[in-house]
């Protein structure tokens, strides 16, 4: 792995962000108030949404800036075990049966707390050498730091919300300057993130994080549930309410477990009432039926409703057009994409990280900007955060796998690349330093035409095995947004979802969704000069300035190394490999 090209580190000041022992562990620096590297333990130990200690992240973060952890001068962890302790006694007290799971998870997140001794473990170092400070920050007030400390602005609205963290689900703030003043939290049990998980799980999707599988079945759905699905969340005094008769007690973790070998588990959600109410729930990889597209339906619109419902509530305590967004809810690309009709907000600033694994970034950079009262720096405008590879280690991978290939220069490979898209050929696209969050964004991507019928199902016969409902997105030449989709605020992370414009659908139409929508990723120059290139060469052979784009890899996490890349190309009927500088066919192979 290469360092990330950040100088010495000298008298700056070193921050390491941590999420550890929570879904979606991870690790990140900050120097100076610049987030210099970032990386989820999943894409080190291919263990999916793992929820341990992120021994790797951290290393791979030290390496990064060529530091020891002896030089770190601050650790800040996004999760605090005594925040809102009250209510959390209060909850236990309220539910006997509860009381032992209580303490049990007390117990273990103490054990957790001892971030000096994990770290020296971890690295096999004395503990004696470790001379910085400990930080704890409060999970949601670490997702919201998340997104405004990277946006551009110096006062916006606040918003984060999820399934759980911290005892709270949803968490309002006004942020002005170096500070971000909460103004409202909703406590567990209430939570938007459980409502949709609970459905998701009635209908066969019971995995950690096969929520957004969910969202793209529902415009498959009609407006049969919509009623009685509402009335499982309320409304209320500037809130929402769950009924509970619908759910499960799931305790003060809100039926998320993580195990001992970093596994999440998520526990049964939703109550006899609701079979009661919606018959049998369906059993996971079976025929997917019009009652289960149409509970998914109501589920996305009801969410909406309320998501809408308190971003409304936020922009009358904040009068601001600027909202800064993250929590694992804030992946709903479908509300993010209509919020702008909706609300008053005109400019999202949502973190590409914004499910768990971004607390560490929103950790480290509240203790730079809150607690050491240091200045704003500027935005982050990309997220390539993580780790990137010289081509002679790229190339010793691919001699090791004995693969034929080719060497070329920068303008013979994006022709060669946009020539191979043109043709109809699936391209694995790795490049650069790997982004940071759950979506590829042309660095570890696998890139098609976006404009051949067949190309969705050629993809998942090929390659990723999704289910049939699932959209691909894509990538598109920010300056012709407004020439194919009908909204034209930047997707840059590839975070909303807009109509695709009528007379563009057939152009798009492998990435054109059942509702004619697509979640674009707005690509500039800036951000990516090698991939925005890609692009403009295939626009140059096709008149069209956008590819197809899915993540480069095949039911694992994201690939991260070459060899975890060529490994991928050579299992699966992937036709073309562009790696750094080195390109291979599957053809000639
Ligand atoms: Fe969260």
Request: net charge neutral; glycine share 8%; with cysteine.
């Amino acid at each position: 792995m290469k360092p990330a090209g950040i100088g010495g580190f000298g008298s700056s000041m070193l921050i390491l962000g941590l999420n550890m022992f929570h879904a979606d562990a991870s690790a990140a620096i900050v120097q100076d108030g610049e987030v210099v590297f970032a990386i989820a333990e999943e894409r080190l130990n291919r263990h999916k949404h793992f929820g341990g200690f992120p021994a790797l992240s951290v290393k791979a973060c030290l390496d990064a800036v060529g530091a020891r952890i002896s030089d770190i001068n601050h650790v800040a962890v996004g999760q605090d075990s005594d925040a809102n302790l009250a209510k959390k006694v209060q909850y236990a007290l309220k539910n006997p049966g509860k009381i032992l799971n209580f303490i049990r998870l007390r117990q273990r997140k103490e054990g957790m707390r001892n971030v000096r001794s994990l770290l020296s473990k971890a690295l096999e170092v004395d503990s004696g050498e470790l001379r910085f400070q400990e930080h704890h920050l409060e999970h949601h007030i670490a997702h919201i730091a998340s997104s405004y400390y990277c946006s551009p602005w110096e006062k916006a609205a606040g918003f984060s919300y999820d399934g759980s963290g911290d005892f709270v689900s949803t968490m309002m703030a006004r942020c002005e300057g170096k500070g971000i003043e909460i103004l409202d939290r909703v406590f567990l049990p209430h939570s938007l993130g459980s409502f949709y998980t609970m459905i998701c799980e009635f209908i066969g999707y019971k995995k950690y994080g096969d929520e957004g599988k969910v969202m793209g079945l529902a415009p498959y759905g009609k407006d049969t549930y919509c009623e009685p699905i509402s009335k499982i969340i309320a409304l209320k005094n500037g809130g929402f309410q769950l009924d509970l008769n619908y759910f499960k007690p799931l305790g003060s973790n809100q039926g998320m477990q993580v195990l001992p070998d970093g596994t999440v588990r998520l526990a049964r959600h939703f109550s006899e009432r609701m079979e009661g109410l919606f018959g049998d729930p369906r059993e996971p990889h079976t025929e997917i039926t019009q009652r289960d597209m149409d509970l998914a339906f109501a589920m996305q619109q009801r969410f909406e409703e309320v998501f809408f419902h308190l971003l409304n509530q936020l922009h009358a305590r904040v009068p601001s057009e600027d909202l800064a967004m993250a929590g694992g809810c804030a992946l709903n690309s479908v509300a993010n994409g209509k919020l702008f009709q909706t609300t008053p907000f005109r400019r999202t600033w949502i973190q590409p990280a914004a499910g768990d694994e971004g607390l560490a970034i929103g950790a480290a950079l509240h203790t730079y900007h809150s607690v050491l009262r240091q200045p704003r720096r500027s935005e982050l405008k990309h997220s390539y955060l993580g780790p990137e590879f010289a081509d002679a280690c790229v190339e010793s991978e691919l001699k090791k796998s004995r693969l034929r290939y080719r060497r070329l220069q920068r303008e013979p490979l994006l022709a060669a690349v946009a020539e191979q898209i043109a043709a109809g050929n699936v391209v694995g696209w790795f490049q650069g330093r790997m982004e940071w969050g759950p979506r590829a964004l042309g660095n570890r991507s696998i890139v098609a035409h976006p404009g051949l019928p067949n190309m969705k199902d050629v993809l998942n016969a090929r390659i990723k095995h999704r289910e049939w409902f699932r959209p691909f997105a894509p990538s598109i030449l920010a300056e012709y947004q407004h020439e194919y989709f009908e909204h034209d605020h930047p997707s840059p992370f590839m975070l909303h979802v807009y109509r695709i414009r009528p007379e563009k659908r057939k152009e798009l139409c492998a990435v054109n969704h059942v509702d004619d929508t697509g979640r674009l990723q707005s690509v500039t120059r800036e951000e990516n000069p090698l991939y925005y290139d890609l692009i403009k060469a295939f626009q140059r052979k096709t008149g069209i300035p956008v590819v197809l784009n899915t993540s480069f890899n095949e039911n694992e996490p994201i690939v991260c190394k070459p060899e975890e890349a060529i490994d991928c190309f050579q299992r699966t009927k992937m036709d073309v490999l562009a790696i750094g500088p080195f390109l291979a066919l599957k053809s000639e192979n």
